[in-house]
C-alpha cells in the first residue's frame, strides 16, 4: 500500500472507499486501559465469556475492513517497521479504519492501532531518510515502466534486473529499447545507437516515436 507512500508513505491506498496515503508522518495512538470493575450480577465466568464473545466479535469487524490484497511493497514495510520498531517482515499488511485509525496487522497475529496523522507525518520523515535498496529501486523502476507501456499499448520483454534495461514490444513487433541508470530514463529503437533520455517511463517512450493508446 506503501511503490508507493507520500505509494511520502504517499501513493494513496483504498479499501472500502477509504484512502490510504502511503506513508507519510506517524505519532502512535495513546492506549487507553480498559478497567475492569467487579458486576456484582456476573460471575467471572460469565465476564470471561463476555469478554471472549467481544474480542470475536472485533476481531471478525477488523479482518471485514481489512484489505484482501497487500498492497505493501518491500520498502512500505521497511519504513513500517523503523517507524513501530519492529522487524520489516514481520509487518503483513495495514490498513485504515474510519478515516482516522491506522491498523498495522503482523504475521504472527496481532495488530496495532496509530493516529493517522501521526503515521502519516512519520511516514514521510522516514522515507525522505531511508536509503532505497536495489531490489526496491527496481520494483518502484518496473512500476513505473508497467504504467507507462499501458499508456502507449506496448509491453516489455525479459528485464534485465542488475542494468535495468529491456525490449518494447506493440503487436509483436519490436519497437526499441528503454532502461534506467542512475541519472535518468534512456531508450533507442536499435541495440546501437545514441541514447534519447527523459525524466520518466513515459517521456522516454514517446521519444521513441510511439503514440499514446489511451489518456495518461
Not at 11 to 32: D, K
Not at 66 to 73: F, G, K, R, S, V
Amino acid at each position: 500500500m506503501f511503490a508507493h507512500i507520500t505509494k511520502a508513505i504517499a501513493p494513496v491506498y483504498q479499501t472500502s472507499a477509504i484512502a490510504f496515503s502511503p506513508i507519510t508522518e506517524i505519532n502512535i495512538m495513546t492506549y487507553e486501559t480498559l478497567t475492569q470493575q467487579a458486576i456484582p450480577s456476573f460471575s467471572l465466568d460469565e465476564q470471561a465469556t463476555a469478554q471472549a464473545e467481544l474480542y470475536t466479535h472485533l476481531e471478525s469487524q477488523a479482518e471485514a475492513v481489512a484489505p484482501t490484497q497487500d498492497p505493501l511493497t518491500s520498502r512500505d514495510r521497511r519504513i513500517i517497521g523503523e517507524i513501530i520498531e519492529v522487524q520489516p517482515e514481520s509487518v503483513r499488511t495495514i490498513w485504515i479504519e474510519g478515516g482516522i485509525t491506522v491498523w498495522v496487522q503482523f504475521v504472527q497475529g496481532g495488530r496495532l492501532p496509530f493516529d493517522r496523522d501521526w503515521f502519516a507525518k512519520r511516514v514521510a520523515e522516514v522515507k525522505a531518510t531511508l536509503p532505497e535498496t536495489p531490489l526496491e529501486r527496481n520494483e518502484r523502476l518496473s512500476d513505473e515502466l508497467e504504467k507507462a507501456c499501458a499508456i502507449f499499448g506496448l509491453y516489455y520483454g525479459e528485464i534485465d534486473w542488475l542494468s535495468f534495461s529491456t525490449k518494447l514490444y506493440q503487436d509483436g513487433h519490436f519497437v526499441g529499447f528503454v532502461g534506467c541508470n542512475q541519472q535518468s530514463w534512456y531508450a533507442r529503437p536499435r541495440q546501437y545507437g545514441v541514447n534519447r533520455v527523459a525524466g520518466s517511463a513515459k517521456d522516454v517512450i514517446a521519444l521513441l516515436g510511439v503514440r499514446a493508446t489511451v489518456a495518461a
